[in-house]
């Protein structure tokens, strides 16, 4: 599994530079949840070689 598309602009410019502009939540929340979603993917990738 693998993040293709962020349709967001906001939490597209987020994942790829690490600019939060444009959040009123909470960044930390929002940070760890794309993190959890890279490692699944990066878990995922590893189990399948």
């Known amino acids: 599994m693998k ?3 962020i349709t ?3 939490l ?3 994942f790829t530079i690490g600019n939060a ?3 009123l ?3 930390t929340l929002i940070r760890l949840v ?7 993917s990066f ?3 590893l189990s399948a070689t």
Do not use: C, S, W
């Open 43 to 45: 878990r995922k990738i």
């Open 25 to 27: 939540d909470d960044v």
């Open 34 to 40: 794309l993190v959890n979603l890279q490692a699944a």
């Open 21 to 23: 502009k444009g959040f």
């Open 8 to 10: 967001y602009k906001g």
């Open 3 to 5: 993040i293709e598309n």
């Open 12 to 14: 597209k410019r987020f």
